[in-house]
């Protein structure tokens, strides 16, 4: 009697659908390499990836690590061999993507299944983005270079080392607790955007500086003003498109604010109250975005590097001063002050000053009007500590340029307020 073959009793959803998952991904690897004409293609590159699948699967540690130490030694056979051939490096790339296909087998069959197919994309996105990273690499000039391996220290050195928790600190005999990932991470933010802001004025010239200023806004206003500072202090003459980019980072900061206040209040009913005042910010700092800077001039940026690694540590510090003073207004008002703590947290993030309002809002704690009346005040005390920060600036015409401006924006959107509430 011919036995038959039940498929339901094969563990299609355990292990042999994961030794096919790791076959197809060493296919993937060994793809751009079959393409290239290496000595390794698709086929070596999905029983490499077999191999460490099934030495897993046995769960033997001995076979695990001769199984990488037989990769090794082929990679080693392949970089003599491309000594030989003058092309050492492209056989140093092929030996060391053998062990990774080696690796990403052992972590599918593993049930790393997501861990093992990021690998697999990202080691072939390094494999057939070749050129264009060499290109990249090598028209790095060493200011940049610098500047890219301090942001590398600073965000992924620096920050993880720091306290998860809040601190405790004692100012005035009250007892204060600061986020010192917070304060670090508006240092890491004002670096980020530097560099940002550096890669656009490179391919945009001045105007770059102002397409920085709106995109920066959205993720925090308050790090722009000390990005915009170091761009000064580089370059005077790109302070009108400085000016601008401030005012677009006011205008994306109101219309961050604007979108929480609708979007997050849909079940309870929109906050139209919200929209006039914030809109008008958002319209206004527009329009005199677009009037100060010469958009018909072409000012020649030649920043020296991406980031100033002392201006962002200055502006962390001015950050922190004013986490502080935040805090300790909070202590010594209490929390019923909602519009005295809507203030002075927005001095820090009005992004978090306008979630807590709406929070009360959706909760029945506060009426529709105190909710408004909070947010409005959290936007407006992040105008005015944006246009206080320019005042660290050497370039007093600068700083009153902001000043000046932001006050301005400041009485336009009031009074479109009054005139829509009459």
């Given at each position: 009697?011919?036995?038959?073959?039940q498929?339901g009793?094969?563990p299609?959803?355990?292990?042999v659908?994961?030794?096919?998952?790791?076959?197809?991904?060493?296919?993937?690897l060994g793809?751009?390499?079959?393409?290239?004409?290496?000595s390794?293609?698709?086929?070596t590159?999905a029983?490499?990836?077999?191999?460490?699948a099934?030495?897993?699967?046995?769960?033997s540690?001995?076979?695990?690590?001769?199984?990488g130490?037989l990769v090794i030694?082929?990679?080693v056979?392949?970089?003599a061999?491309?000594l030989r051939?003058?092309?050492?490096?492209?056989?140093l790339?092929?030996?060391?993507?053998?062990?990774?296909a080696?690796?990403v087998?052992?972590?599918?069959?593993q049930?790393?299944?997501?861990?093992?197919v990021?690998?697999?994309?990202?080691?072939s996105?390094?494999?057939v983005?070749?050129?264009?990273?060499?290109?990249?690499?090598w028209?790095?000039?060493?200011?940049?270079?610098?500047?890219?391996?301090?942001?590398a220290?600073?965000a992924?050195?620096?920050?993880?080392?720091?306290?998860?928790?809040?601190?405790?600190?004692?100012?005035?005999d009250?007892a204060?607790e600061l986020e010192?990932?917070?304060?670090w991470?508006m240092v890491v933010?004002?670096?980020?955007?530097?560099?940002i802001?550096y890669?656009?004025?490179?391919?945009?010239g001045s105007?770059?500086?102002?397409?920085?200023g709106?995109?920066?806004?959205l993720?925090?206003?308050?790090?722009v003003?000390?990005?915009?500072?170091d761009?000064v202090s580089?370059?005077?003459?790109?302070?009108s498109?400085?000016v601008a980019?401030?005012?677009l980072?006011d205008a994306?900061?109101?219309l961050r604010?604007?979108?929480?206040a609708i979007?997050?209040?849909?079940?309870?009913?929109?906050?139209?109250?919200?929209?006039v005042?914030?809109?008008a910010?958002?319209l206004g700092?527009?329009?005199v975005a677009?009037?100060t800077?010469?958009?018909s001039?072409t000012v020649?940026?030649d920043l020296?590097?991406?980031?100033?690694?002392?201006?962002a540590?200055g502006?962390?510090a001015?950050?922190?001063?004013?986490?502080?003073?935040?805090t300790?207004?909070?202590a010594?008002?209490g929390?019923?002050?909602l519009?005295l703590t809507?203030?002075?947290?927005?001095?820090?993030?009005?992004?978090?000053a306008?979630?807590s309002a709406?929070l009360?809002?959706r909760?029945?704690?506060?009426?529709s009007?105190?909710?408004?009346?909070?947010i409005?005040l959290a936007?407006a005390?992040?105008?005015?500590?944006?246009a206080a920060?320019t005042?660290?600036s050497p370039?007093?015409?600068?700083?009153f340029?902001?000043?000046m401006?932001?006050?301005i924006?400041?009485a336009g959107a009031?009074?479109?307020?009054?005139?829509?509430?009459?």
């Amino acid at each position: 009697m011919t036995p038959s073959i039940q498929l339901g009793l094969l563990p299609l959803g355990g292990e042999v659908l994961r030794i096919v998952l790791a076959a197809a991904l060493g296919m993937f690897l060994g793809l751009e390499r079959e393409w290239s004409q290496k000595s390794a293609g698709i086929r070596t590159f999905a029983l490499v990836s077999l191999l460490g699948a099934v030495f897993t699967l046995v769960e033997s540690e001995i076979l695990l690590v001769i199984g990488g130490l037989l990769v090794i030694v082929q990679g080693v056979l392949l970089a003599a061999e491309g000594l030989r051939d003058e092309e050492e490096g492209l056989s140093l790339t092929t030996s060391v993507s053998m062990l990774v296909a080696y690796g990403v087998g052992a972590l599918v069959m593993q049930q790393y299944i997501l861990e093992g197919v990021a690998v697999a994309i990202l080691s072939s996105l390094l494999l057939v983005l070749k050129r264009e990273l060499h290109r990249f690499a090598w028209g790095l000039s060493r200011a940049e270079l610098r500047s890219a391996s301090e942001f590398a220290i600073l965000a992924f050195v620096v920050y993880p080392l720091l306290p998860a928790d809040p601190v405790p600190v004692s100012v005035a005999d009250m007892a204060l607790e600061l986020e010192l990932r917070v304060v670090w991470l508006m240092v890491v933010t004002v670096a980020g955007i530097g560099i940002i802001n550096y890669a656009i004025v490179q391919n945009y010239g001045s105007r770059g500086i102002a397409v920085t200023g709106f995109f920066g806004g959205l993720a925090s206003s308050t790090a722009v003003v000390g990005t915009m500072l170091d761009h000064v202090s580089q370059r005077p003459a790109a302070a009108s498109y400085a000016v601008a980019a401030i005012l677009l980072a006011d205008a994306a900061m109101a219309l961050r604010n604007l979108l929480i206040a609708i979007a997050f209040t849909l079940e309870r009913g929109i906050l139209f109250e919200a929209v006039v005042p914030l809109g008008a910010v958002v319209l206004g700092s527009i329009a005199v975005a677009s009037y100060t800077a010469d958009w018909s001039q072409t000012v020649e940026i030649d920043l020296e590097s991406p980031f100033s690694l002392k201006n962002a540590l200055g502006f962390g510090a001015i950050f922190l001063i004013v986490l502080v003073a935040s805090t300790v207004g909070k202590a010594q008002f209490g929390t019923g002050g909602l519009y005295l703590t809507a203030v002075l947290s927005g001095l820090a993030s009005s992004g978090a000053a306008t979630t807590s309002a709406v929070l009360l809002y959706r909760g029945g704690v506060v009426g529709s009007d105190t909710a408004t009346i909070a947010i409005l005040l959290a936007t407006a005390a992040s105008i005015v500590v944006k246009a206080a920060l320019t005042l660290a600036s050497p370039d007093r015409s600068f700083a009153f340029r902001v000043t000046m401006w932001s006050l301005i924006l400041l009485a336009g959107a009031s009074a479109v307020t009054v005139a829509a509430t009459l």
